[in-house]
């Protein structure tokens, strides 16, 4: 009789947050100063150091960021802004939040990022701006990107919520470009439990920025306020500042360990794995993404719901990113429909994240590959 005891749940995801972090937390749960204020700013001048002196705000959501972001390049009613059908449904909702009009492009295959022929292909008269999102926190051609929106007058606001500590020719994602937005919600690579910063260009962007985060307002001296744009209440607490501030210094080595989990990822899935499964691998990169996440590509034959009911009766967590955002229900019914977008289609029915975080080990990673073998090699 096997008396061996299953061993401990795997999760796809766990936010790692040290003792000396959550020591400051209290400090500043007991300063009495809960709201934005010095740690808020510290965590600003900290994000700004690390992106090479560029301006950043911070924010409650990397969702609430991208809605600015739109706000200040002015994007409203009859314009045009295109983004992938694979990210969270957020990067498309702010279009409309704006009053503008999501146009989706398709996805490379290879990458799951926007597929730059189809984007550029997409472009029409009324098309203001660009979302490019960075899936797994990998980049794309980011140099041809914004040649393409160079030559069409096009704003970018990079949709890098999983991108902060990946690097694009061995610069910093965000410490170069136009806008960019980083979310620090609770699975990221740094997390603030919920939140997100942005990144601007001038003093008069980051003036904007923070009339858009609190109601809108200006203060002129000790009494005095004005209102001249409508804003809402997107404010970064000192509490959340805190965590970020604790993980900031450690952003790189985080990356650099997440790329040794997906380089023994790789090898221990071996060249033979795809022919012998079916299955798709991520790309190989180990210079430029963060590794946010790990992600397969299940064969057609296999369903999803199926492998993940599979896997989590090995004790492992799985979870998909994302499914096409044009076929819910909101975007159907402004006319999207199957067939559109074939390669987000498959990809986004059939996409598999396996355990990927800052404290997983070899050996998570060598029971993770074993047990997708088992479900999908039958000998």
């Known amino acids: 009789m096997n008396t061996a005891s299953k061993p ?35 965590f600003e001048a900290a994000l700004s150091d690390y992106l090479g002196g560029r301006l950043v705000r911070t924010f409650n959501s990397g969702t609430c960021t991208m809605e600015i972001a739109l706000r200040i390049a002015g994007i409203g009613p009859g ?18 939040e704006v009053g503008a009009t999501p146009v989706f492009a398709d996805i490379d295959p290879i990458t799951r990022n926007l597929d730059l022929d189809k984007l550029e292909a997409a472009i029409t008269p009324r098309t203001r701006a660009i979302i490019p999102v960075y899936l797994s926190g990998l980049p794309m051609d980011i140099d041809r990107m914004y040649r393409i929106a160079k030559k069409y007058n096009l704003r970018v606001i990079e949709d890098a919520a999983q991108a902060l500590g990946s690097r694009w020719q061995g610069k910093p994602i965000g410490s170069f470009g136009d806008l960019v937005s980083f979310s620090f919600q609770a699975n990221k690579n740094l997390t603030t439990s919920e939140g997100g910063c ?59 360990h997440r790329r040794n989990m997906a380089h023994h990822y790789l090898h221990c899935f071996g060249p033979e794995f795809e022919a012998q499964s079916g299955a798709q691998l991520p790309v190989a990169d180990t210079e430029n993404s963060n ?17 993940m009911a599979q896997m989590a009766a090995l004790n492992i967590g799985t979870g998909f990113h994302y499914s096409p955002i044009h076929l819910f229900t909101l975007y159907r019914e402004r006319g999207f429909k199957e067939g559109m977008f074939p ?37």
């Not at 314009?79 to 409309?96: G, L």
């Not at 003093?203 to 904007?208: N, P, R, W």
Request: aromatic share 6%.
């Open 79 to 96: 314009d045009e802004v295109i983004t992938t059908p694979i990210s969270w449904v957020a990067t498309a909702n702010v279009i409309i």
């Open 198 to 256: 942005l990144v601007v260009n001038t003093q008069e962007e980051a003036k904007l920025a923070e009339k858009y985060r609190l109601q809108g307002v200006t203060r002129s001296g000790v009494d005095g306020i004005d209102v001249d744009v409508l804003g809402g209440k997107y404010n970064m607490t000192d509490i959340a500042a805190t965590l970020g501030l604790g993980q900031l210094p450690h952003i790189d080595a985080i990356a650099a």
């Open 343 to 379: 390669v987000a289609e498959h990809i986004g029915y059939q996409t598999v994240t396996l355990p990927m975080f800052n404290a997983l080990q070899k050996e998570d990673v060598e029971r993770v590959v074993a047990a997708v073998k088992s479900c999908l090699i039958t000998a």
């Open 8 to 42: 401990a749940f795997l999760p796809f995801s766990r936010p790692g947050i040290d003792e000396a972090t959550i020591t400051e937390v209290g400090n500043v749960l007991r300063s009495g100063w809960l709201t934005s204020g010095p740690k808020v700013q510290a």
């Open 291 to 307: 590794w946010h996440l790990f992600q397969i590509i299940l064969p057609v034959r296999v369903k999803r719901a199926g492998f």
